[in-house]
């Protein structure tokens, strides 16, 4: 899934620190109200979920002052249905923070180009499967909402899409799930109660690496179109 960069050495973070420093120079000296404010609590109008993939940061992408955005990021950006009972739901987690306690106005899903673990996703379609403890069963959400939202006919019956096809155009998959995912938020009852009443905006996004354009989704449906 990744290449392995340096293996014979640590690559140095000293960098990071004096980020730090530069950080406390632009909003602690320059705007200290703001940072005092936000020391109190926070209530960010947007959540945004989004892949862990280094390439693709939130708050630099979206040019975001702290404060502005509360945001989950896991490989591939999937959100998954909701569920109750046993286990880690990490995700759900912070969803349901972010709805029912902070009270965001809008939820974001933002998938992007050249994705790592839809990569790995559809490796594992063409039968090499992904020797990962964890990765695999949560990737495996990607292609079933590749089968449940890609290609469908004018009377809107799904089609199977060829593995080979979509190897070659992984975007139709990292679109799909976004899709997906933006349908999951709606299985869960208290992101639906406000959504259904006008209290909540749901957006799919896929950012392409190469080229810097952006697709949104439509909001009647969830489908992507090119938008930037």
């Not at 109200?33 to 936000?38: R, V």
């Not at 070659?168 to 799930?177: K, T």
């Not at 950012?207 to 090119?226: A, C, Q």
Request: charged share 25%; aromatic share 8%.
């Amino acid at each position: 899934m990744t290449a392995e960069c340096c293996p014979n050495s640590l690559r140095d973070i000293s960098h990071f620190e004096a980020a730090v420093r530069q950080f406390r120079s632009q909003y602690y000296e320059r705007d200290p109200e703001m940072m005092q404010a936000l020391s109190k609590g926070q209530a960010p109008a947007t959540l945004i979920i989004a892949c862990s993939d280094s390439r693709v940061d939130t708050g630099v992408l979206l040019g975001a002052k702290p404060g502005e955005l509360f945001t989950v990021r896991n490989i591939a950006n999937l959100v998954p249905p909701y569920e109750q009972g046993a286990g880690l739901h990490g995700t759900g987690a912070a969803i349901e923070y972010a709805v029912r306690d902070v009270a965001v106005d809008h939820i974001i899903v933002l998938g992007h180009a050249s994705c790592g673990g839809i990569k790995a996703v559809l490796a594992a379609a063409g039968g090499k499967p992904i020797e990962r403890e964890f990765v695999a069963d949560w990737v495996s959400m990607a292609m079933d909402a590749t089968e449940l939202y890609l290609n469908p006919d004018e009377s809107g019956v799904r089609h199977k899409v060829s593995v080979d096809l979509l190897k070659e155009n992984p975007g139709l998959v990292e679109r799909a799930s976004v899709t997906g995912s933006l349908h999951n938020l709606l299985t869960y009852p208290w992101v639906k109660e406000r959504y259904d009443a006008g209290k909540l905006s749901l957006h799919g996004w896929w950012f392409d690496i190469e080229t810097g354009d952006l697709w949104k989704s439509d909001k009647n449906d969830f489908r992507l179109m090119p938008a930037i």
